[in-house]
T-cell receptor, first 112, second 115 residues
Framework: DQQVKQNSPSLSVQEGRISILNCDYT??????FLWYKKYPAEGPTFLIS?????DKNEDGRFTVFLNKSAKHLSLHIVPSQPGDSAVYFC???????????FGTGTSLTVIP | DTGVSQDPRHKITKRGQNVTFRCDPI?????LYWYRQTLGQGPEFLTY????????KSRLLSDRFSAERPKGSFSTLEIQRTEQGDSAMYLC?????????????FGPGTRLTVL
């Protein structure tokens, strides 16, 4: 049973525009959420996280929004750059848990 | 470089053979995780160590899989009697705690191909 879902397998965006990647989860015990970025032949790289006490967290061009009632989070990248082209994974865990549940990923292509 | 390292990066083996992978975590991290990733999927949790103690195992970890972290530093993952369904990327990650700030840092992975 997929507890973390990324329903868009791919997304294409023009350079300079906003990229919005979405993630839904089903387990109400999840309270810590992360986004990872993965290039081919490399392991996932941590990008940004958010805990359930917040609804927004920003780090430079990256902002994560959390809507707990909808069990939905999104990653906004503004402005998008060609180097952002990668697969983005959403992950979730319970606060005291050690197991992270990952979505299936969204492949972002930023077109120059 | 003080990142997570994994060895080998690629392994091709015949069905029925045993294989062993090694992971060296970030030195100050006491938590170590193994994941498996297949094409089109996200990483799936296999097992977790805190120091040398293996504290959680996924039901994905069949009896043919065994993981160790004997001195609380590097870890090995052994697969006995490999099957074609074991073909995947095996990822290792380490972290220093739980909750906020418990970002897991991943290694480059070991890609296993079972012929």
């Amino acid at each position: 049973d997929q507890q973390v879902k990324q329903n868009s397998p791919s997304l294409s965006v023009q350079e300079g525009r906003i990229s919005i990647l979405n993630c839904d989860y089903t387990n109400s015990m999840f309270d810590y959420f992360l986004w990872y970025k993965k290039y081919p032949a490399e392991g996932p790289t941590f990008l940004i996280s958010i805990s359930s006490i917040k609804d927004k967290n920003e780090d430079g061009r990256f902002t994560v929004f959390l809507n707990k009632s909808a069990k939905h989070l999104s990653l906004h990248i503004v402005p998008s750059q060609p180097g952002d082209s990668a697969v983005y994974f959403c992950a979730a865990s319970a606060w005291a848990g050690n197991q992270f549940y990952f979505g299936t990923g969204t492949s972002l292509t930023v077109i120059p | 470089d003080t990142g997570v390292s994994q060895d080998p990066r690629h392994k091709i083996t015949k069905r029925g053979q045993n294989v062993t992978f090694r992971c060296d975590p970030i030195s100050e991290h006491n938590r170590l995780y193994w994941y498996r990733q297949t094409l089109g999927q996200g990483p799936e949790f296999l097992t977790y160590f805190q120091n040398e103690a293996q504290l959680e195992k996924s039901r994905l970890l069949s009896d043919r899989f065994s993981a160790e972290r004997p001195k609380g530093s590097f870890s090995t993952l052994e697969i006995q009697r490999t099957e074609q369904g074991d073909s995947a990327m095996y990822l290792c990650a380490s972290s220093s705690g739980t909750g906020e700030g418990n970002e897991q840092f991943f290694g480059p992975g070991t890609r296993l191909t079972v012929l």
